[in-house]
């Protein structure tokens, strides 16, 4: 069924960059907004940055002017660059999609949607010396 893949995590020096992606697939019809959140070991999940179908973002105050959101050509893809990145930036960063519309099909061969919100497994992003 529907599901989110993440890319582009890896390990990195403080002062250097990386490319997170994102791709949804499946029968997904369309996509309100994205985003990527990020769990520290020890802390909760919390949000990083978000992009909504009409192009209005949101960011974290700890990454505000080192990373950008944005959606690809594709309607399912969703990228994070990060820049200047600090050793507090290390962990694991989630793919998310709210208000997903997906198609779905009974036994009996009919169609009904669904508005639901996906998560990605997760990609490790490690900054250090």
């Known amino acids: 069924q529907v599901h989110l893949v993440e890319s582009g995590g890896g390990g990195v020096q403080p002062g250097g960059s990386l490319r997170l992606s994102c791709t949804a697939s499946?029968?997904?019809?369309?996509?309100?907004?994205m985003g990527w959140y990020r769990q520290a070991p020890g802390k909760q999940r919390v949000l990083v940055a978000s992009v909504t179908s009409g192009g209005t973002t949101n960011y974290a105050d700890s990454v505000k002017g080192r990373f950008t959101i944005s959606r690809g050509d594709a309607k399912n893809t969703v990228f994070l660059q990060m820049n200047s990145l600090k050793p507090e930036d290390t962990a694991v960063y989630y793919c998310?999609?709210?208000?997903?519309?997906?198609?779905?099909?009974?036994?009996?061969?009919?169609?009904?949607?669904?508005?639901?919100?996906?998560w990605g497994r997760g990609t490790q992003v490690t900054v250090s010396s």
């Open positions: 998310n999609a709210d208000g997903a519309q997906t198609r779905n099909k009974t036994i009996s061969g009919s169609f009904y949607y669904q508005i639901m919100k996906l």
């Open positions: 499946g029968s997904i019809i369309s996509i309100r907004a």
